[in-house]
């Protein structure tokens, strides 16, 4: 069982940042795929960003250049560094770890999520 602690979410103003961290418990963070997702209201949750356990990154176009995903496996954490901040980035973030089958990120696990707000 893998349990995920997020934190850093909060209303911020266009162009603002926010730099979002999911705490893991579990012993083999450090070889597991993670990523984040989010969803909007009335909207489908998406990928916004995955980082394989070697740290390989991928991103959604719409956050490409503005995010950027990370990890700390000595602390079993993953981060989640947002810049340049849209009022459509406003959502539910999601932290999650999974697995890869043939080059396909899969989430097993979710944290509770945390609003993100972009609003003036």
């Known amino acids: 069982q893998v349990h995920l602690v997020e934190s850093g979410g909060g209303l911020v103003q266009p162009g603002g940042s926010l730099r979002l961290s999911c705490a893991a418990s579990g012993t083999f963070f450090s070889l597991l795929p993670m990523a984040w997702h989010r969803q909007a209201p009335g909207k489908q949750r998406e990928l916004v960003a995955g980082?394989?356990?070697?740290?390989?990154?991928n991103y959604a176009d719409s956050v490409k250049g503005r995010f950027t995903i990370s990890r700390d496996n000595a602390k079993s954490t993953v981060y989640l560094q947002m810049n340049s901040l849209k009022p459509e980035d406003t959502a539910v973030y999601y932290c999650?770890?999974?697995?890869?089958?043939?080059?396909?990120?899969?989430?097993?696990?979710w944290g509770q999520g945390t609003q993100v707000t972009v609003s003036s």
């Open positions: 999650n770890v999974g697995r890869r089958v043939n080059g396909k990120y899969y989430p097993d696990y």
């Open positions: 980082i394989t356990s070697g740290g390989s990154t």
